[in-house]
């Protein structure tokens, strides 16, 4: 399968912004993904790009997308208690591939 | 819509029994999936369906595992016997197309 890799661990303060990386292999992705997982429930479709775009903003998600060097970044400005959770990366090109995972702490 | 519906949200049994988990997808979605996550190995693709067909279920682990989709508003996956290297939460998600996945709040499964 498809490789799609995050780091496993992100831990910010309140208020600070956190910027979540995820790199990915299959180059005929066309969606790209972040979903967020708090404890003990199902995955959470936060937000998705196009991959001919290269950012978009939704509130205080900022997505960037660096196609060349198959790259996806998920900023949250402000972040705050509430945002601690997992985060994952997917992408969507001849399959369906999640990453590993980032669990995103954050310090009141 | 009350989203994808998964029963029961806990299991425990013993090993060797049978175990049935059951979904209720998004009405109107033509894709079904089944994923199973643990700390060791993350998100797993077990099987999906299109249109109540399944597509690719190379993700089975082994025969053990069965999966069906009788009608499109209702699936199961199947551990005959249950192992305890089975115990995992079990998620069931839809999607209209591969990708903007709803999932649901998974099962937590435990074998003794």
């Known amino acids: 399968g498809e490789d799609v890799e995050q780091s496993l661990f992100l831990s910010v303060r309140e208020g600070d912004s956190s910027v979540i990386n995820c790199t990915y292999t299959?180059?005929?992705?066309?969606?790209l993904y972040w979903y967020k997982q708090e404890p003990g429930a199902g995955l959470q479709l936060l937000t998705y790009i196009f991959s001919n775009m290269d950012m978009k903003q939704d509130q205080r998600l900022t997505v960037l997308l660096n196609k060349k060097d198959k790259h996806l970044s998920l900023r949250i400005a402000d972040t705050q208690t509430g945002d601690s959770a997992i985060y994952f990366c997917a992408e969507s090109g001849n399959q369906f591939y999640f990453g590993t995972g980032t669990s995103l702490t954050v310090i009141p | 819509d009350a989203g994808v519906i998964q029963s029961p949200r806990h299991e425990v049994t013993e090993m060797g029994q049978e175990v049935t988990l059951r979904c209720k997808p998004i009405?109107?979605?033509?894709?079904l999936f089944w994923y199973r996550q643990t700390m060791m190995r993350g998100l797993e693709l077990l099987i999906y369906f299109n249109n109540n067909v399944p597509i690719d279920d190379s993700g089975m682990p082994e025969d053990r595992f069965s999966a069906k989709m009788p009608n499109a508003s209702f699936s199961t996956l199947k551990i005959q016997p249950s192992e305890p290297r089975d115990s995992a939460v079990y998620f069931c998600?839809?999607?209209?197309?591969?990708?903007?996945?709803?999932f649901g709040s998974g099962t937590r499964l435990t074998v003794v």
């Open positions: 998600a839809s999607s209209a197309r591969p990708g903007g996945y709803t």
């Open positions: 299959d180059s005929s992705s066309t969606y």
């Open positions: 009405s109107g979605h033509d894709y």
